[in-house]
T-cell receptor, first 111, second 114 residues
Framework: GENVEQHPSTLSVQEGDSAVIKCTYSDSASNYFPWYKQELGKRPQLIIDIRSNVGEKKDQRIAVTLNKTAKHFSLHITETQPEDSAVYFCAHSGGYQKVTFGTGTKLQVIP | GAGVSQTPSNKVTEKGKYVELRCDPISGHTALYWYRQSLGQGPEFLIYFQGTGAADDSGLPNDRFFAVRPEGSVSTLKIQRTERGDSAVYLC????????????FGPGTRLTVT
C-alpha cells in the first residue's frame, strides 16, 4: 500500500525547545521523502526533503532522518520559534510520481 | 521568478453545475500535478501530467473529473455535475523533472458546491 502514518497529530512545545514528528510508510518502492509546512489558508511549502540513498539531511534548524529498512522517517526542528507554528505534512513518492501525504501534525510553539 | 498560479482563487457553484479550474505551472516545469485537500487533511493526489500526457490519473474519484494539458504548460481540471462532496481546495503543483523531484504548489482554488 501507499499509506503513510504520521504522529503526533498535535504538538505543543515551548519556544526554544525541539519538536519531532515521525512518519511510517509501507511502499517499498518509495525513494523520495519531502516534508511540507502549511500555514492556515496558505499553500503547502516544501521545507526539506531526503532521498532514499541518504540517511540524514540537515538545513539550519531543520533535519530529517530516514530509516529505509524500518520504513520510517522523522522531522526534527531545533530551537523552535513562534513562526514555526503550522501544520507539517510528511510525504513520500517513487520520484517523479504522485506524492502521498501524511495526515499532518499541527505544531504550536508557545512564546 | 513567478511561482505556480491558479485561477480562480475561489469558486462557488450550485450542485449539478460544471466548473473549470486553471493552473499555470512554473515556466519550464515538465511535470504537473493536481491534488485535492479537504479541511484538516493532507493533499490527496488526483492526476499527474508529464508534458501533455496524463502519466497517472489513478486519483481521479470518478468520471465526472477530467483534466487536460494540451500544450504541456497550462492545465485545466474539469468537474461535471458537481456534488457537495466535491467542495475542497484544489491544489496544483509543478516539478522541473530531469532528476529533480521537488513539487512546488500553487495557492489553490477553494471550490464550494452549494
Amino acid at each position: 500500500g501507499e499509506n503513510v502514518e504520521q504522529h503526533p497529530s498535535t504538538l505543543s512545545v515551548q519556544e526554544g525547545d525541539s519538536a519531532v514528528i515521525k512518519c511510517t510508510y509501507s511502499d517499498s518502492a518509495s525513494n523520495y521523502f519531502p516534508w511540507y509546512k502549511q500555514e492556515l489558508g496558505k499553500r503547502p511549502q516544501l521545507i526539506i526533503d531526503i532521498r532514499s540513498n541518504v540517511g540524514e539531511k540537515k538545513d539550519q534548524r531543520i533535519a530529517v532522518t530516514l530509516n529505509k529498512t524500518a520504513k520510517h522517517f522523522s522531522l526534527h526542528i531545533t530551537e523552535t520559534q513562534p513562526e514555526d507554528s503550522a501544520v507539517y505534512f510528511c510525504a513520500h513518492s517513487g520520484g517523479y510520481q504522485k506524492v502521498t501525504f501524511g495526515t499532518g501534525t499541527k505544531l504550536q510553539v508557545i512564546p | 521568478g513567478a511561482g505556480v498560479s491558479q485561477t480562480p482563487s475561489n469558486k462557488v457553484t450550485e450542485k449539478g453545475k460544471y466548473v473549470e479550474l486553471r493552473c499555470d505551472p512554473i515556466s519550464g516545469h515538465t511535470a504537473l500535478y493536481w491534488y485535492r485537500q479537504s479541511l484538516g487533511q493532507g493533499p490527496e493526489f488526483l492526476i499527474y501530467f508529464q508534458g501533455t500526457g496524463a502519466a497517472d490519473d489513478s486519483g481521479l474519484p470518478n468520471d465526472r473529473f477530467f483534466a487536460v494539458r494540451p500544450e504541456g504548460s497550462v492545465s485545466t481540471l474539469k468537474i461535471q455535475r458537481t456534488e457537495r462532496g466535491d467542495s475542497a481546495v484544489y491544489l496544483c503543483a509543478s516539478s522541473p523533472g530531469q532528476g529533480t523531484y521537488e513539487q512546488y504548489f500553487g495557492p489553490g482554488t477553494r471550490l464550494t458546491v452549494t
